[in-house]
């Protein structure tokens, strides 16, 4: 399943729409499915229209992969499950309804206004996006010009309106997401005037499946996107999952297409598809300089940094106050901590008010810091409500169990660094270095259906970055895919730490886009992110080829600086060359490494291009022999549609392995169960199978660890939860 990459909207499945039917049978409302088919669909499609007249085709699919998009009744689906030429079938499913938070246009010091980040005079006018996401609002006064047009893929209609309450769980991130992009109203966009087409790929609660973007990506293509904005991903951190494919295919056919890098950072390995893909342009999430609440108790020295949530009151205490431990007491003009638990953060904060608190602290279950989300909507919530690290929260408990604790709120302004949540690169497989560039992904203010509202995640970032290539689509129509790309990947500029040095490329690719910068630039280099692989002999070179184009209207002279020294490798870079103006040149760079003389694991850092007056801070990585990548990942296990008793699970491998078995625990006791599954042919990439439900044993939620044994003897394994449902079959 596809969730969207935004740190604080918790998601959900999709949901179907009822559309008129026949009477004649029991279940009179039409269902929309997308079928991945094998052969060619048009064929498939005049047999389904002659055998099956009842099951209309609604849309044949055969640009970036094969499929069927269909709308009948379910049980004439039925008729059809057994057909040897459908791959796989992707249903839409129900959803509860939930009310979505309406906010006017207010800002704040710490707000990012997408328009910030264009200081150009160019509008993007003219420039056609394909925003695939939960569809918008393209009502909202400040998106109604800007919208010409898309697609719904849930639904199978003319209408990508984002999901509504009578539909089920609603959205609003399609609509953040077109607003950071075009918005031209009381909020202003990067490109105001960029022509914006919604493909609603993501239902209700913001879910979807592969194949619904796979469908949206063709529609998209078909319909003259001249970009491709996609602020969504899964888990899967390999090259070679058929959405990365699906993207590789359109940008071959020359539109670029932005990938926002995903949430799951700050470890390393945690990019997941379609970002991975080799062709796709994906974004990390920069966070900018903000006034950002902290705790401080001046006896102890004690310094306790606060996440505020998102919908929360301002964290804007002016004076201290008694931190206690609330268990449902009272606590009337105190701080009320709580430790994080199943209740949701808004009904926890809720109590805390009620008992009289002043504010409300949550901390965590677990190792690191973490963002919520309160929505109250009947009742509002009038206090601040943030989150602290779990580290914290013990401090606190233990120092207020004997007497009171008196904290004061303090502000500090921070400086611009790399979101912690954006996902780190590299990529398992082909170890390609993710991401390529980073862009505003924090306090991002824009439109959400009915006002506005403040995001933030890498969904926020991948607009930023679109936004800007519709700019220099504008400035530069005669530019290809890679020169676009090209440019503001060469212009980027590196994002340094607290001690003034450049986070690692795994974390922020070539830096933060400078569109300015991208437009007026003389030079441009095609691949600048420079993977040389995995080392798996004592002694290899590998080779990076790259292209140097100068823009300039003078003759240009480029030449690499000495990389230090370092014991086990050796580079061997181009000599001094000169281009004439608007010449074109390959270069190749080599490195030399002696793995022995190496630790093992990831290896990255830059390399310096100096131009005229310009330096070129190129990233580079590589694998010697080994590293911490995951194994195994992306395990999903669901009822097959059509069927009854019929399922099917799939596992990404990123490493060649003698078998797999999947086994059961009770998820309270941790006692083992039963083993569910045990393959032995298996293979790197997507693996793929089914279990009838007689294989299963008794229905109920348990513990899935998933254990495999690669071809060195090694054993991994990682956990999931999965849920065995009852038979569906009569008797």
Not at 184 to 206: K, T
Not at 404 to 421: D, G, I, P, R, S
Request: no cysteine.
């Amino acid at each position: 399943m596809y969730r969207i990459l935004i740190s604080i909207i918790a998601l959900a499945a999709l949901a179907a729409v009822p559309a008129a039917a026949e009477s004649v049978h029991k279940n009179t409302e039409k269902e929309a499915v997308i079928i991945e088919v094998g052969g060619n669909p048009s064929e498939h499609k005049s047999y389904l229209n002659t055998y099956h007249p009842y099951i209309e085709v609604v849309h044949t699919y055969d640009t970036l992969f094969n499929g069927l998009a269909l709308k009948a009744e379910p049980d004439r689906f039925e008729q059809i499950e057994s057909l040897d030429f459908i791959k796989a079938v992707h249903p839409v499913a129900t959803y509860e309804t939930q009310i979505g938070q309406i906010e006017s246009l207010n800002k704040n010091e710490n707000s990012v206004i997408p328009a910030a980040l264009n200081t150009t005079s160019y509008t993007g006018k003219g420039v056609q996006i394909a925003v695939i996401d939960t569809g918008i609002d393209y009502e909202h006064p400040d998106l109604a010009d800007a919208y010409a047009g898309g697609y719904d893929v849930v639904d199978l209609d003319d209408d990508p309106m984002e999901t509504t309450a009578e539909q089920g769980m609603p959205t609003q991130h399609g609509t953040h997401v077109a607003g950071i992009i075009a918005a031209d109203g009381e909020l202003q966009g990067v490109a105001p005037d960029a022509d914006i087409f919604a493909y609603r790929a993501l239902g209700p609660g913001g879910m979807g499946t592969s194949v619904q973007v796979l469908a949206a990506l063709e529609q998209a293509v078909d319909d003259g996107a001249d970009i491709i904005n996609l602020s969504l991903g899964n888990s899967v951190n390999g090259p070679d999952f058929p959405t990365s494919v699906a993207v590789n295919r359109a940008q071959d056919l020359g539109v670029p297409v932005v990938i926002a890098n995903g949430n799951n950072g700050p470890e390393k390995w945690t990019i997941g598809s379609p970002a991975t893909a080799a062709n796709a342009l994906s974004v990390g999430a920069a966070s900018n300089p903000q006034s950002v609440p902290y705790l401080f108790e001046s006896l102890a020295n004690k310094k306790i940094p606060l996440t505020e949530m998102a919908g929360s009151k301002p964290w804007e205490l002016k004076k201290s106050y008694d931190v206690a431990v609330f268990e449902g007491g009272n606590v009337q003009g105190k701080i009320a901590l709580m430790e994080r638990g199943e209740t949701p953060f808004s009904e926890m904060a809720k109590q805390a008010e009620e008992a009289g608190a002043v504010a409300a602290i949550i901390y965590n279950n677990e190792k690191g810091r973490f963002r919520g989300m309160i929505q109250n909507h009947e009742e509002p919530i009038q206090i601040p409500v943030a989150s602290i690290s779990q580290q914290d929260g013990e401090w606190l408990i233990q120092n207020t169990r004997n007497n009171n604790l008196y904290m004061k709120t303090k502000h500090e302004k921070t400086k611009q660094t790399m979101a912690e949540f954006s996902s780190r690169g590299p990529v398992t497989v082909n170890w390609d270095l993710k991401p390529e560039v980073t862009a505003p992904g924090t306090n991002i203010l824009s439109t959400v259906p009915g006002g506005y509202r403040e995001l933030q995640g890498t969904s926020m970032a991948a607009p930023h970055v679109t936004g800007a290539m519709a700019l220099l689509m504008e400035a530069h129509p005669d530019w290809s895919a890679e020169q676009l790309t090209g440019a503001l990947k060469t212009t980027a500029k590196r994002i340094r730490n607290e001690q003034g040095k450049p986070f690692a490329p795994i974390i922020q690719g070539a830096g933060e886009i400078q569109p300015e910068k991208a437009i007026r630039t003389e030079t441009i280099i095609d691949k600048p992110l420079m993977s040389f692989g995995k080392i798996s002999g004592n002694n290899e070179t590998k080779t990076h080829a790259m292209t140097i184009e100068n823009h300039s209207n003078q003759q240009q002279t480029y030449t690499f600086s000495i990389p230090k020294k370092q014991k086990g490798l050796t580079w061997k870079l181009p000599q001094s060359f000169t281009l004439e103006k608007g010449e074109t040149k390959k270069i190749s760079i080599d490195l030399e490494v002696i793995s022995r003389q190496l630790d093992e694991g990831l290896h990255q850092g830059w390399l310096t291009l100096n131009g005229e007056d310009q330096k070129y801070q190129l990233p580079y990585l590589f694998i010697n022999k080994t590293a911490d990548y995951p194994r195994a990942m992306g395990f999903e296990f669901s009822l097959q549609p059509f069927s009854d008793d019929m399922y099917t699970y799939q596992l990404y491998l990123s490493e060649q392995a003698e078998n797999v078995a999947v086994t059961l625990y009770n998820p309270d006791t941790l006692m083992y169960e039963r083993t569910l599954l045990k393959f032995d042919d298996v293979k790197v990439g997507l693996n793929e199978g089914q279990l009838e439900q007689s294989e299963l044993g008794e229905p109920g939620q348990y513990l899935a660890v998933i254990n495999v044994k690669l071809n060195n003897g090694g054993m991994v394994s990682y956990q999931t939860k999965i849920h065995i449902p009852r038979s569906k079959s009569p008797g």
